[in-house]
């Protein structure tokens, strides 16, 4: 099978996901910027989680760019990525909702954590369907940024519960880990 229908149906959910988080942000009745305060909150949230799931529209770009082609099973594997990244905007607004308390904190954690596991399994079909010797196999031999992500989502998750702040500041640890592209695919692919 083709990649590019998979590939324009994620962009689509994507897309939707956004969309939808900004939504939850409602504009204030009052003009002054006094009224803007209480949003601050949902705005963080909101730009914690634009970030995350920009990344993983980003990284899922680059990844398949090293994809020749697709199965069933990456089918559903990606589908299964899709629902989680789906979960992000109820866990936002939840979130920001509840000015970062702590079951709120840590669900978020969950959703980040099983969105992550399911993009480490899209990853694993795709080298089994083109083998380790491919151009995606030879681009992603090294997965340290995946496991130490989700080490740092199992950590951070029970945190939430001692010091919902510290388990933010994971969550934004782990964002900045890859807000630059994974260049792995780029330099395999222009070599």
Not at 81 to 91: A, R, T, Y
Request: glycine content about 6%; aromatic content about 12%.
């Amino acid at each position: 099978m083709v990649k590019g229908r998979l590939e324009a149906f994620s962009d689509g959910v994507i897309a939707i996901i956004i969309t939808i988080m900004v939504l939850e942000i409602k504009v204030p009745h009052q003009a002054d910027l006094a009224a803007l305060r209480p949003l601050l909150p949902v705005f963080l949230s909101y730009v914690l989680s634009f970030v995350f799931v920009g990344l993983y529209w980003n990284n899922h770009h680059h990844l398949f760019q090293a994809v020749r082609h697709v199965n069933g099973r990456v089918l559903w594997a990606n589908l299964h990525l899709l629902f989680w990244l789906s979960l992000i905007p109820f866990v936002t607004g939840w979130m920001g909702e509840n000015h970062f308390g702590s079951l709120q904190v840590a669900l978020y954690g969950v959703v980040l954590l099983l969105a992550a596991i399911a993009y480490f399994i899209l990853t694993r079909i795709l080298l089994s369907l083109h083998g380790r010797d491919s151009t995606l196999g030879t681009a992603v031999r090294s997965d340290f940024k995946e496991r130490i992500s989700v080490v740092f989502y199992a950590v951070a998750i029970p945190l939430a519960f001692v010091n919902a702040g510290l388990a933010c500041f994971i969550y934004v640890l782990v964002a900045s880990l890859w807000l630059i592209p994974d260049r792995r695919i780029e330099k395999t692919l222009i070599s």
